[in-house]
């Protein structure tokens, strides 16, 4: 149950969120895009706003917001940049990890309030050359010795990782352990060397920097979060990423919507006494808008309601919820470049040029980052499985 007062410390978060992202982060969308390059100006607000420990409980000094909440946080800014969102929902589901996860070990409670005090950035490599799109198997392993570790990975893709102040990376267990028995290690940036392999000119999502990088780490062996990474990706990680990518994918489409509107009004006004043909186009992706953002509300909603305690917890290892935020990323990614697809059709010219204040391509080309981002193919098989024997009615 939250508090009047965790209630306010949102309204403060989401209000200075709408004030960054319209005074920050809108200016720089096109120039960052056209770059490729990290949004440095509102990474800085978000931080100096405290924006970036807002999913650290509140007993180690957060905000404790819950999924609705960080789903709004994202969803505001991506109405002004679709990468900037990106960058900040990847580090929100990576500090759930911590969080959720980490809080038996004296280590990560102390980094949590860390974080709080330096508003920490986190990056996340599960991507390896040889597993690729697949999460919950990895060829490297982390070695220990000494109360120390070492951690060597080839990742295909790191996004913001070069900015980061952490990364966490998956790996084998140990040497001898199978593809699947993993663990969650924390390297810390400044015990990390970062040897670029890729190139990151791609069509859209060029904020978030994310070519390929060969990864050379050590650090202390309590850096490794507590437990198996199944339970922490079921519990934690794919939820929260599938979950805010899906508020942060509702938000480009909201902006897309947005500019189309506002240009059917405006041929509305051109015409007093007529509503324009292109108004009930408008009409029907405002629909498709709709029905996206009750999908990842309703299950940020589900998702709060489910109880802290581990019983409570074991919930989410359940097919139910894997099926449930599979369906949520498949059709929220499937819908995003639609919608904005549709909101071109309204727009018409002005919204392919891209020096119009109607102009869609950002919004469309990141959207088709949406599909490949954990392949909608390699989810959908891992659905069509589980459905072999899940008799319930999703
Ligand atoms: C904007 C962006 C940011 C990212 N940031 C990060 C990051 O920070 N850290 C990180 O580790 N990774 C990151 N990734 C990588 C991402 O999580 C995936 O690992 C990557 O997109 C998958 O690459 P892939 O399409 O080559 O791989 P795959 O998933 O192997 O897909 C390759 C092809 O195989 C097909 N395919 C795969 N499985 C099946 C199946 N079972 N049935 C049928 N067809 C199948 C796919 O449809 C696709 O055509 C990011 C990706 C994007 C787009």
Known sequence: ?????????????????????????APQADPVDREARFPHESVAALREAGVLSAAVPREFGGAGCTMVELGQLCSVLAQACGSTAMVLAMHYSQLACIARHGQESDFFRNYLREL???????ASMTSEVG?????????????????????????TTGSYCQHADAILVTCRRDKDAAAGDQVLVMARR???????TTSWDTLGMRGTCSPGFRLESTGAQ???????FADSSAQ??????????SSLWWGIAADAVGRAANFVRGQARQSPGSVPPTATRLAEVSL??????????????????????AAAQEELLGMSWALRLNNLKIACSDAAPQIVHRALQIVGILGYKNDSPFSLGRHYRDALSASLMISNDRIAAKSASMLLVFKDAP
């Open 116 to 122: 709080v005090a330096r508003q920490y950035l986190l």
């Open 236 to 245: 934690t990680m794919v939820p929260y990423s599938h979950i805010l990518w």
């Open 222 to 228: 309590e850096q490794i979060i507590p437990g198996a």
């Open 131 to 155: 597993t690729y799109g697949d999460t919950r198997s990895s060829i490297c392993a982390v070695e220990l010795g000494n109360g120390r570790f070492v951690l060597n990975k080839d990742a």
């Open 190 to 196: 400044e015990d990390c060397s970062l040897k670029q």
């Open 1 to 25: 149950m939250k508090t009047s007062r965790a209630d306010q410390e949102f309204g403060s978060l989401l209000a200075a969120v709408r004030r960054i992202a319209v005074e920050v982060t």
């Open 288 to 309: 498709q808008l709709q029905t996206m953002k009750q999908s990842w509300m309703s299950a940020a909603q589900a998702f709060d309601a489910i109880g802290p305690g």
